[in-house]
T-cell receptor, first 116, second 112 residues
């Protein structure tokens, strides 16, 4: 399964864009890139996912390089409530009794601190 | 709408005591279910996953076990807790072949 590399921590000023990088140089052709975040003492929250094309939703934008070896999560206007650990994950296929499950392995993530 | 419940929210147990954490999902049928653990200052570690009643797969050898007695019920157990079992335990579910997992509120376990 493809592994990811993220910086352990980043700071961002409130109201500015937060750009969180992720390297996944061993990603295979059918693997998706997911982003989750975990606010302190809460369960992880799904943010966005993508395969090849850039994606945008109400929470964030995901930019995936053409070779798919890295990606960037963009929070366009960071707020104090965006302070959390952000996990970049590559989907691992799970096959059990011919039923494909969705197994995600979380690494260390990036601790984003949004400052006033 | 779908919801996922975990209990208890917090638990303090002595070393050597048994453990039972419960997770239930409402509003969906035949979900994939997962147990994760997050030790202090570390990322999430997948412990068990299940694609159906009675079907459990373990990701790492450990002092814990899991069971799925009903379609939407997932239980994490231990016969004798170790200090190293302390952590934040999260249950999650996903729709078959979906790309999103939904997490419960978690149980914070402290083994003393």
């Amino acid at each position: 399964d493809a592994k990811t590399t993220q910086p352990p921590s980043m700071d961002c000023a409130e109201g500015r864009a937060a750009n969180l990088p992720c390297n996944h140089s061993t990603i295979s052709g059918n693997e998706y890139v997911y982003w989750y975040r975990q606010i302190h003492s809460q369960g992880p929250q799904y943010i966005i996912h993508g395969l090849k094309n850039n994606e945008t939703n109400e929470m964030a934008s995901l930019i995936i390089t053409e070779d798919r070896k890295s990606s960037t999560l963009i929070l366009p206007h960071a707020t104090l409530r965006d302070t959390a650990v952000y996990y970049c994950i590559v989907r691992e296929p799970l096959i059990l009794n011919n039923n494909a499950g969705n197994m995600l392995t979380f690494g260390g993530g990036t601790r984003l601190m949004v400052k006033p | 709408s779908q919801t996922i419940h975990q209990w208890p929210a917090t638990l303090v147990q002595p070393v050597g005591s048994p453990l039972s954490l419960e997770c239930t999902v409402e509003g969906t049928s035949n979900p994939n279910l997962y147990w994760y653990r997050q030790a202090a200052g570390r990322g999430l570690q997948l412990l068990f996953y299940s694609v159906g009643i009675g079907q459990i797969s373990s990701e790492v050898p450990q002092n814990l076990s899991a069971s799925r007695p009903q379609d939407r019920q997932f239980i994490l157990s231990s016969k004798k807790l170790l200090l190293s079992d302390s952590g934040f335990y999260l249950c999650a579910w996903s729709v078959r072949d979906s790309y999103e997992q939904y997490f419960g509120p978690g149980t914070r376990l402290t083994v003393t």
